[in-house]
């Protein structure tokens, strides 16, 4: 097994100037989209299947009578624990040597499973060839010694692409850093291998609390609350079925009278 390949996007110097996202479209071939209304500068809402790479915007009262711009290019996290990759009845995704999460297209058969299993709603089924779709780190570049399309467009430095535990005492002491400069919510997101998912090899450096960013405060896999739902729903059933007696014995009793 290969050294672990890893991006680190570093939100306190996104500008949102969306390069990312256009080189990501231009290097992995994706068809353009109509423009959809977000009500920001955003587009598109969430991930699609012809995009992979997505800045988002976000606004929150400064408490001055102002609102602070909160942006962040986001993709796909390549979780330790992956709940596509889990949920996949056919093989069809897999980790490569690297520790990415890739779909192959040969094998994929629609059956969107992965869709739902991903907590971060970045898998995305294609309508056209009927199989599903998301980011790979452009999987043919790493393997030829080349970083992501995203990562090379970038003109500020924010998504840096390498190993993953060389990037990890990078954003460490850049959370340090800015810590010092008064940004005392400064915080990594996904970085941390024992926290949620076994850690996440597309990892952020936030300014304030996730969910600022519309990202889970704990992400979970959803197949983890499997065993938990069956009790409820059996739960629910035996209740209804009592009730059901209930009622009709109490109908019953009253045709009698």
Aim: charged share 20%; with cysteine.
């Amino acid at each position: 097994m290969a050294r672990t390949l890893a991006m680190f996007t570093d939100i306190s110097l996104c500008i949102g100037c969306r390069a990312c996202q256009v080189a990501c479209k231009q290097w992995n071939q994706l068809a353009p989209e109509e423009p959809e209304w977000t009500g920001t500068y955003q587009n598109h809402h969430d991930f699609t299947d012809k995009s992979y790479r997505l800045v988002r915007f976000f606004e929150q009262p400064d408490g001055k009578g102002s609102l602070t711009w909160h942006l962040m290019s986001d993709v796909c996290k390549h979780c330790a624990q992956a709940g596509c990759l889990e949920a996949c009845p056919t093989g069809a995704i897999y980790r490569t040597e690297y520790g990415t999460v890739n779909i192959n297209q040969d094998i994929c058969n629609g059956c969107r499973y992965c869709v739902s299993a991903c907590p971060f709603g970045v898998v995305a089924f294609n309508e056209e060839t009927g199989t599903a779709n998301k980011c790979t780190f452009c999987n043919d570049r790493i393997h030829n010694g080349l970083g992501p399309a995203c990562a090379k467009a970038c003109p500020t430095a924010s998504i840096k692409f390498g190993y993953r535990d060389e990037l990890a005492t990078t954003a460490r002491k850049r959370v340090e850093e800015l810590r010092k400069m008064g940004f005392n919510e400064a915080q990594l997101y996904g970085e941390d291998q024992s926290g949620a998912l076994g850690g996440l090899n597309a990892f952020f450096l936030l300014l304030g609390k996730p969910s600022i960013y519309g990202l889970p405060e704990n992400p979970k896999l959803p197949q983890r609350n499997v065993v938990v739902d069956s009790l409820l729903a059996i739960g629910s059933a035996v209740l209804i079925g009592l009730g059901a007696v209930m009622t009709f014995r109490n109908r019953g009793g009253t045709g009698g009278a």
